[in-house]
């Protein structure tokens, strides 16, 4: 079974930067998809940016040209950089595997993102 742990969370001012990390137990980029949900106070989970078994990206409209995902296949980690913060992003961050051969879905247990002056 896939583990997922993040970190990098925290407290920033609007116009700064974060970059999170989802350190996972096994390797997790083949052939799956790997990426970075959302969840803010009363709404629901969604994507935020996803890196998918073929090697593309998808980036929420919402983040496009703030947020950056990457990994790094030697690690087993996937990253989310965060740029040009807003308030609107405070959010629990959680890292996400879906593995494509089960259709298993594999979540990390969340890191809070606070974006607020």
């Known amino acids: 079974q896939v583990q997922l742990v993040e970190s990098g969370g925290g407290w920033v001012q609007p116009g700064g930067s974060l970059r999170l990390s989802c350190a996972a137990s096994?390797?997790?980029?083949?052939?799956?998809?790997v990426g970075w949900y959302r969840q803010a106070p009363g709404k629901q989970r969604e994507l935020v940016a996803r890196?998918?078994?073929?090697?593309?990206?998808n980036y929420a409209d919402s983040v496009k040209g703030r947020f950056t995902i990457s990994g790094d296949n030697a690690k087993n980690t996937v990253y989310l950089q965060m740029n040009s913060l807003k308030p609107e992003d405070t959010a629990v961050y959680y890292c996400?595997?879906?593995?494509?051969?089960?259709?298993?879905?594999?979540w990390g247990q969340g890191t809070q993102v606070t974006v607020s002056s």
């Open positions: 890196i998918t078994g073929g090697g593309s990206t």
């Open positions: 996400h595997v879906l593995i494509i051969a089960t259709y298993e879905n594999v």
């Open positions: 096994t390797s997790i980029f083949s052939r799956n998809n």
